[in-house]
């Protein structure tokens, strides 16, 4: 698709990408004749230059300012624009599924290490100091889940 405009900068551009094609044609046939890996090295580093001298020197055009957003729309957008395209939806719902999961994971890891290793263990007390609670936050969960831990 052909642009009904050029930049002022496009015939400098057009200059830096013909030398540095000029550089990376010449490194294709350095490795074609066997030359040096000295030689093949230096005339890369000439490539990397002009290109990274092509990357700097291009004026990308200005654009104007977005307008400004409050917090709670900045922090919401992407969930609304999710909620908003049918295409997202399905993706959203696997993420969550999926962060559920993760987060199930993590939790059952937690609890194994806390039952399994006694240096994690620490003694509760009741608040009086007197003697530990009968049953703990821990070991109630272990109590009622499928397969116990420890």
Do not use: E
């Not at 200059?15 to 490795?31: Q, Y």
């Not at 409050?70 to 997202?88: E, F, H, K, M, Q």
């Amino acid at each position: 698709m052909k642009h009904p405009h050029t930049h002022a900068s496009h015939p400098a551009i057009i200059k830096r990408l013909v030398r540095a094609g000029g550089h990376l044609s010449s490194t294709i046939v350095m490795l074609a004749q066997g030359r040096a890996c000295l030689d093949v090295a230096q005339q890369l580093q000439a490539v990397f230059l002009a290109s990274a001298v092509l990357v700097v020197s291009v004026v990308l055009p200005a654009h104007p300012a977005p307008q400004r957003r409050g917090i709670y729309d900045r922090s919401t957008r992407g969930l609304r624009i999710d909620l908003a395209t049918p295409r997202l939806r399905g993706l959203l719902a696997i993420n969550a599924a999926v962060a559920a999961a993760g987060s199930m994971v993590v939790d059952l890891v937690h609890r194994h290490v806390i039952h399994s290793d006694p240096r994690w263990r620490v003694p509760s007390m009741t608040p009086d100091g007197l003697k530990p609670p009968a049953v703990t936050a821990d070991s109630a969960w272990c109590a009622v889940s499928a397969r116990p831990l420890a």
